[in-house]
């Protein structure tokens, strides 16, 4: 464990920062433990690109759930003679923007989407499960610490039918909750009202909680600040809806398990001090998932 402080530093920008070693040493640990939580029941990995297509989170509903949320990816698609009169705009805080195009990727808002769109059309034969990890964007109204616009997230996700995915989500919520509490970090397991998608978001809200589609699990990150810093997730049918695929001749439900990567290192410095090298040995053993 490399020593010194593992404090992340600011980057200029809300909610986008820098990491020193101490900190991506504790990034490094809790990608172990995630595997050895997952290594009996064999997730196959995927990495997941930082842009997707615009098509995808559209058909998907995330535009119209979270169009606040969502980073678009703008790019100058005129002429060299037009630029020429931008150019002398490009200074900081210049207007040179200002014929920047929005084309045919965003930014990906989270890990998990791309996996239901390579499952299009698809007859699953018995449950499907991946491991991904992304670097996403979301357009955070706020920046409290936690609160990041760039931020890294480990999801283990499954596809099957109704049945097996609450299952699955059940079992993995205790699994998580008893992990993050064996790194003696104080959990709450509560209902979340955010809606995953949805054309009507307050009426979502209210039938999500309803349904008990979204488990978060919660932690002090700072003084008198709790986060959410994983959840447990059940998507119905939505998915196997938008994307065509089937389990056992009905639409596929989906469910997955996430992981806030940097808002797990920031209960963990909260709660045991900024120096991870001076943790006691049973955190680190915790957060490797040896116990």
């Known amino acids: 464990m490399p020593d010194g402080e593992a404090a992340p530093i600011p980057a200029g920008a809300p909610g986008v920062q820098l990491y020193p070693a101490p900190f991506e040493a504790v990034v490094t640990l809790l990608r172990q433990g995630i595997d050895a939580l997952a290594a009996e029941e064999g997730f196959p990995r995927l990495a997941i690109p930082p842009v997707v297509p615009r098509a995808l989170v559209e058909r998907a509903g995330y535009v119209k759930a979270f169009p606040q949320l969502l980073g678009t990816v703008h790019s100058f698609a005129g002429t060299p003679a037009e630029w020429k009169e931008l150019a002398p705009h490009a200074v900081e805080g210049g207007a040179w923007d200002s014929a920047q195009r929005a ?39 706020t920046s409290e610490p936690g609160r990041l616009r760039s931020f890294r997230m480990v999801e283990l996700v499954t596809a099957g039918t109704e049945a097996h995915c609450l299952g699955w989500r059940a079992s993995w919520l205790e699994t998580v909750a008893g992990w993050l509490r ?110």
């Open 103 to 141: 084309g045919d990727l965003v930014l990906l808002p989270a890990a998990c989407y791309p996996v239901y769109a390579g499952l299009a059309g698809r007859e699953l034969a018995q449950p499907e499960r991946f491991a991904v990890e992304g670097q996403c964007f979301r357009q955070e109204a």
């Open 182 to 291: 064996g790194m003696s970090l104080k959990v709450e397991i509560e209902v979340a009202d955010d809606p995953f998608f949805g054309p009507t978001r307050r009426l979502f809200q209210a039938a999500q909680r309803a349904q008990e589609l979204k488990y978060e699990l919660k932690v002090p990150v700072a003084d008198g600040l709790v986060q959410a810093i994983a959840s447990a997730n059940f998507h119905k049918d939505h998915f196997g809806e938008v994307f065509g695929f089937t389990g056992e001749g009905a639409p596929g439900n989906t469910a997955c398990m996430a992981f806030g990567i940097e808002r797990i290192v920031l209960a963990l410095l909260h709660a045991h001090g900024g120096r991870p090298a001076e943790w006691p040995r049973s955190v680190i053993d915790a957060i490797r998932g040896d116990n």
